[in-house]
C-alpha cells in the first residue's frame, strides 16, 4: 500500500513546487519528504506506483485540493477484477495535486500521471483481462490526458499517441487502460449542460496552446532563428558558398571534397534568391533553430524539467561554434542535427524495446551521409561504444541490420562517384593530415573545445560526460561518453580541426543539463546559471555572428583579446578566416572583369581565368557572369574534374603566383592590374593580375599538373 499523507495548505505546496523546493508540511504523516522531482525520478516510480493498476479521482471543492487514490492489485486479486481494488484505495497528496477544479483534470493528470517512465518498471503484472479502471465524477471532469498503458509484458510505459476524453454533458463510466483507446460511454446527454462543457473545454484548449507557446523548445528555436535573421545578411558571400553554388549548378552523385546534398540545397537557394544574403542563407538559420529547439525537447525525453530544456537549449543558441553552424552554407549545417538524431533515436530504442527505432537510426545515418563524411567518424565509434551497453543486444535481431542497409542504400550513389573518380576524398584528407591542418596537442585539443562551445557550456557537457558513465538515467547514454573520447583521441591523432567534435556537444548539452538540474535545486542559482549562458554567449556572439561593422569589429576583437583560429596553416589577416573570406570576392570579379575586357578582340576571344583557389573561380564564376566574363577553369578539388571547359589556354588572366613558373609555361607575362581588398585574406588581397599569352605546351597535357585537392 501506499503511504498515507495528510493534506496541506494548497498554496504553499503549490509556491513550493514551482520554486523547485521539497515541502513537507507539519503534521504531515509521510514518512519522507515528497517532492514533484522525486515523484518525476526512476526510483520515485519505481517505489511508488510499481504496484499501481487503477486510478480513482475526486475533487474536495473546499479545500480546491485533488487527491490522486492509487489502488494496490496485488498478486491476492489479479485475476483481472480491477473493480475489487477500489475498497482499499490509498489517497496520496503531493504541492503539485494543488489546482482549482475549474481548470478541470487535464492539468492534475498532465503534472501526476505523465511521467517520463519510458524504462520498464520491475513489479508489474498487469491482470489477464483488464489492465486498470479509471473512473472519475462528472461534474468535474471535462478535459483529461492519460497517456500511461500497460504493455503486454508488464511494462509501464508512455502512450504513443495522446488519448483525451471529452464529455458533452454524459457521464463518463469508465476506460479500460489497454493499448487502443476505448471510446467512452456517455449517457443522459443534456445540450445545455453539453454546451456548458463545450465552452470549459475550449477554455482548457486555450491553456494548452499557452502551454505550447511557452515551451522551452519552441522559444528558444524562435530566439535562434531572430538572432540568425539580424545577423545573417551582413557582410558577403563566404567562400565555400560561392562553391557550394557552382558545384549545386552541376548536379552530380558527388563531388572531391564533399557529398552532393548541401551543394544542391545551394544552389537552389541562391537561384530563388539570387544576392540577397538574408534570403539566401535562411536554411542555415532554420536548420539551427531546429537543432536549438530539438535540444531542448531532448532534454525532456531523457527525463529533464523545464531549467534543464532551457540550459541545454540556451547552451546550443549561443555556443560559438553553433553560431556559426547557423549563419552560412556549410557541409556542417545539418551535423549537430543529425547526430542528435541518431542520440534520440538511440534513447527512444532503450526506453520503448521498440526494434524498429534502427530504422530511424538508419535514415539519419544515410541522410547525414550525404551532407558530410564525418559522421561516419561517429557512426565507428557508436558502434564501439554500444558495445559497452545492454544495446548490444540489438546485434542478435533483424532491425539494426535493416537500418545499416538502409543507410547503405541512401550513401551507395555518393559511394559508387567517388569510386569512378579514385576516391578523391581519401586523397583530400590525406592532404590534410599531412600539413594543411594545425597539429595540437591533446590537451591543447581540448582546450579548443571548450572555446568552440563557450566556457560555461563546457561545464554542461562535461557535466554530460560524467552523467553518461555514473549512473545514467538510460544505460544507452553510456555510449556517448566513450564515442566523445573515441572521436577526441582519433581526430588530434589524425590532426583535424577542432570543430570536428562539434556535432557531439547538444547530445551531451542535454545529458549534462539533467544532471546539473539535479544538482542545483535553488531558483536564484538556476536563473544565475541560466544569465552566466547568456552573457558567456553575448560576450562570443560578435566573433561568431557577422552583427557588428568591421572596423567595430576590429576594435572589440582587440578589446576582448580573443581572435578565433582557422586550424590552418594561414597567414592571419585583420579580420579572422571566417570573416576574411566573406570580403573582397565581388571586387576581384569586376577587376578581372575590367582586364578581360581591355584585351584585344582576337586576345578575348580566347582568354580565361585561371582560379588559384576554388573561391577565386566560383567568385568568377557567379559574380563574372553578368559581367560578360567566361566560366572560370581551376585546379583546386572539383574544378579540376570539370577541366579546361574547351579553353586552350593560349590566353589565361591569373591572379599572384610565381612569375619563374609562369615563364617556364608562357611566352609572354603582362601585369594588368592590382587586387586590393584589405578585409580579405592576406593572399588574396595587394595581388597583382597577370596576362599569360602563348602557352608552350597544348593545355591537355598541362592540366594533369595543375591537379590541387586539398
Known amino acids: 500500500m501506499l503511504d498515507q499523507c495528510t493534506p496541506w495548505i494548497p498554496s504553499a505546496a503549490r509556491k513550493a513546487t514551482q520554486r523547485g523546493e521539497r515541502f513537507s508540511p507539519a503534521g504531515a504523516s509521510c514518512p519522507a519528504e515528497f517532492d514533484l522531482a522525486f515523484l518525476h525520478s526512476p526510483r520515485g516510480i519505481a517505489e511508488r506506483l510499481k504496484n499501481v493498476l487503477a486510478l480513482k479521482v475526486g475533487v474536495v471543492r473546499q479545500e480546491l485540493i485533488d487527491i490522486v487514490a492509487c489502488a ?14 477500489d475498497a482499499r484505495l490509498a489517497p496520496m497528496i503531493c504541492g503539485s495535486c494543488v489546482m482549482r477544479s475549474r481548470r478541470g483534470m487535464g492539468w492534475l493528470l498532465r503534472e501526476i500521471v505523465d511521467l517520463p517512465i519510458d ?55 469508465e476506460w479500460q487502460l489497454t493499448g487502443t483507446p476505448v471510446r467512452p460511454k456517455l449517457a443522459g446527454v ?6 456548458w462543457a463545450l465552452g470549459s473545454d475550449m477554455l482548457v484548449s486555450v491553456e494548452r496552446v499557452k502551454q505550447i507557446w511557452t515551451r522551452p523548445s519552441l522559444l528558444l528555436a524562435l530566439a535562434s532563428l531572430v538572432l540568425h535573421l539580424l545577423a545573417n545578411g551582413h557582410y558577403g558571400f563566404f567562400r565555400d558558398e560561392l562553391y557550394f553554388i557552382v558545384c549545386g549548378s552541376r548536379p552530380d552523385w558527388g563531388y572531391v571534397d564533399q557529398p552532393a546534398v548541401v551543394p544542391l540545397l545551394a544552389a537552389g537557394s541562391h537561384a530563388l534568391f539570387g544576392d540577397f544574403l538574408l534570403g539566401f542563407r535562411l536554411l542555415p538559420a532554420l536548420v539551427m533553430s531546429a537543432t536549438v529547439g530539438l535540444t531542448a525537447e531532448f532534454t525532456g525525453v531523457i527525463g529533464g524539467g523545464r531549467f534543464a530544456q532551457w540550459l541545454a537549449g540556451g547552451c546550443v543558441l549561443l555556443g560559438p561554434i553553433f553560431l556559426v553552424d547557423g549563419v552560412f552554407f556549410s557541409t556542417d549545417m545539418f551535423q549537430a542535427l543529425s547526430w542528435l538524431g541518431l542520440g534520440w533515436a538511440l534513447v527512444r530504442l532503450a526506453q520503448t524495446g521498440d526494434e524498429r527505432w534502427w530504422l530511424a537510426f538508419g535514415a539519419i545515418a544515410g541522410f547525414s551521409l550525404n551532407t558530410k563524411y564525418s559522421i561516419g567518424f561517429y557512426l565507428a565509434a557508436l558502434a564501439i561504444a554500444l558495445l559497452a551497453t545492454p544495446q548490444r543486444r540489438s546485434l542478435l535481431r533483424p532491425w539494426v541490420y535493416l537500418g545499416a542497409l538502409l543507410a547503405a542504400v541512401m550513401v551507395l550513389p555518393n559511394v559508387l562517384w567517388q569510386y569512378a573518380h579514385g576516391w578523391p576524398f581519401i586523397e583530400l584528407g590525406r592532404a590534410a593530415a599531412n600539413g594543411k591542418n594545425v597539429a595540437m596537442s591533446l590537451p591543447a585539443y581540448f582546450v579548443q573545445q571548450v572555446i568552440l562551445t563557450g566556457p560555461v557550456a563546457a561545464i554542461s557537457w562535461i557535466a554530460g560526460l560524467w552523467a553518461g558513465v555514473v549512473r545514467p538515467r538510460v544505460a544507452v547514454a553510456r555510449a556517448f561518453p566513450i564515442a566523445w573520447l573515441i572521436l577526441l583521441l582519433v581526430f588530434d591523432a589524425s590532426h583535424g580541426k577542432a570543430y570536428y567534435l562539434s556535432a557531439i556537444y547538444p547530445t551531451l548539452l542535454a545529458l549534462g543539463a539533467v544532471r546539473v538540474e539535479e544538482w542545483i535545486g535553488n531558483a536564484v542559482a538556476r536563473g544565475a546559471s541560466l544569465a552566466a549562458v547568456a552573457a558567456a554567449g553575448a560576450l562570443f556572439a560578435p566573433l561568431t555572428l557577422p552583427i557588428l561593422p568591421v572596423e567595430t569589429f576590429l576594435r572589440y576583437q582587440q578589446a576582448i583579446g580573443l581572435k578565433l583560429s582557422s586550424g590552418e596553416h594561414l597567414k592571419p589577416g585583420a579580420l579572422p578566416q571566417y570573416y576574411a573570406d566573406m570580403f573582397g570576392w565581388r571586387e576581384m570579379a569586376a577587376k578581372i572583369a575590367a582586364v578581360y575586357r581591355s584585351l584585344p578582340p582576337q586576345d578575348r576571344a580566347r582568354a580565361v581565368f585561371f582560379g588559384q583557389n576554388y573561391g577565386e573561380a566560383a567568385a568568377i564564376d557567379v559574380f563574372g ?10 585546379g583546386h578539388n572539383n574544378y579540376f574534374l570539370w577541366g579546361p571547359r574547351g579553353h586552350d589556354g593560349s590566353v589565361m588572366i591569373i591572379i599572384g603566383g610565381n612569375t619563374k613558373q609562369y615563364a617556364d609555361l608562357f611566352r609572354s607575362i603582362e601585369v594588368a592590374g592590382r587586387i586590393t581588398a584589405p578585409y580579405a585574406m592576406p593572399y588574396e588581397t595587394d595581388q597583382p593580375i597577370y596576362v599569360l599569352r602563348g602557352l608552350k605546351a597544348p593545355l591537355e597535357k598541362v592540366w594533369p599538373k595543375v591537379k590541387h585537392y586539398q
Open 119 to 173: 524504462l520498464p518498471v520491475s513489479g508489474l503484472r498487469p491482470p489477464s483481462s483488464v489492465a486498470g479502471t479509471l473512473s472519475c465524477w462528472p461534474q468535474d471532469v471535462r478535459r483529461y490526458h492519460y497517456p500511461l498503458i500497460f504493455d503486454a509484458c508488464g511494462a509501464l510505459n508512455r502512450c504513443p499517441w495522446p488519448l483525451v476524453l471529452r464529455r458533452y454533458g454524459g457521464v463518463i463510466d
Open 625 to 634: 557572369r553578368r559581367l560578360g566574363l567566361p566560366p572560370a577553369i581551376s
Open 72 to 85: 494496490d492489485l496485488s498478486d491476492d486479486h489479479s485475476d483481472g477484477d480491477a473493480h475489487a481494488a
Open 190 to 195: 443534456s445540450p445545455v449542460r453539453g454546451l
